[in-house]
T-cell receptor, first 114, second 116 residues
Framework: AQKVTQAQTEISVVEKEDVTLDCVYE???????LFWYKQPPSGELVFLIR??????QNEISGRYSWNFQKSTSSFNFTITASQVVDSAVYFC???????????FGAGTTVTVRA | DTAVSQTPKYLVTQMGNDKSIKCEQN?????MYWYKQDSKKFLKIMFS???????INETVPNRFSPKSPDKAHLNLHINSLELGDSAVYFC???????????????FGPGTRLTVL
């Protein structure tokens, strides 16, 4: 069974601060896929980033970056220079190689204050 | 162009009624999903179809019945609605169901169901 834990329930920052969201996962699969999704106040679920367990490097995409540490089963996500529009609930999700479904964490609510 | 669309966006109904939620994707994907988001925002898979074939059927009351007329559509029919069915229901699609680097799931805007 897959399990995703997002220990941070809520984070509040002032605009332009960096925000790091923690995600710890459990899986027995040797190949798996990790995702971050954003749910703004309008309610839709927006795909942000994806990481395959066999990828070597961490990456940066605009103001988003992620830190995948296989040794600690963590997949942390950072928003650099946060903006008010980044206020949302952020979900970490995991899919095993033989799964169709995504297993989601409980979500972290990020509030960026002007 | 909307990639994954759902109708209606809001659905308010009385207990005991039967209702349907429709989902369509224009991404050419083979696999579609229904997820339920409860009041605490927890997301859980309900069903998945791959090329019109049911591949996931989680522990969901049999009052919920998915129907896939073609691979671009996955509808959710709910019989005898109960108060506990109130939630946001998300449809999603992916190119391939599993074992692929192109299987990112893209979600529709959600349908907020309120049962009174």
């Amino acid at each position: 069974a897959q399990k995703v834990t997002q220990a941070q329930t809520e984070i509040s920052v002032v605009e332009k601060e960096d925000v790091t969201l923690d995600c710890v996962y459990e899986t027995r699969d040797t190949t798996y896929y990790l995702f971050w999704y954003k749910q703004p106040p309008s309610g839709e679920l927006v795909f942000l980033i994806r990481r395959n367990s066999f990828d070597e490097q961490n990456e940066i995409s605009g103001r988003y970056s992620w830190n995948f540490q296989k040794s600690t089963s963590s997949f942390n996500f950072t928003i650099t220079a946060s903006q008010v529009v980044d206020s949302a609930v952020y979900f970490c999700a995991l899919r095993g190689s033989n799964d169709y479904k995504l297993s989601f964490g409980a979500g972290t609510t990020v509030t960026v204050r002007a | 162009d909307t990639a994954v669309s759902q109708t209606p966006k809001y659905l308010v109904t009385q207990m005991g009624n039967d209702k349907s939620i429709k989902c369509e994707q224009n991404l050419g994907h083979d696999t579609m999903y229904w997820y339920k988001q409860d009041s605490k925002k927890f997301l859980k898979i309900m069903f998945s179809y791959n090329n019109k074939e049911l591949i996931i059927n989680e522990t969901v009351p049999n009052r919920f019945s998915p129907k896939s007329p073609d691979k671009a559509h996955l509808n959710l029919h709910i019989n005898s609605l109960e108060l506990g069915d109130s939630a946001v229901y998300f449809c999603a699609s992916s190119q391939v169901g599993r074992g692929s680097a192109t299987d990112t799931q893209y979600f529709g805007p959600g349908t907020r169901l309120t049962v009174l």
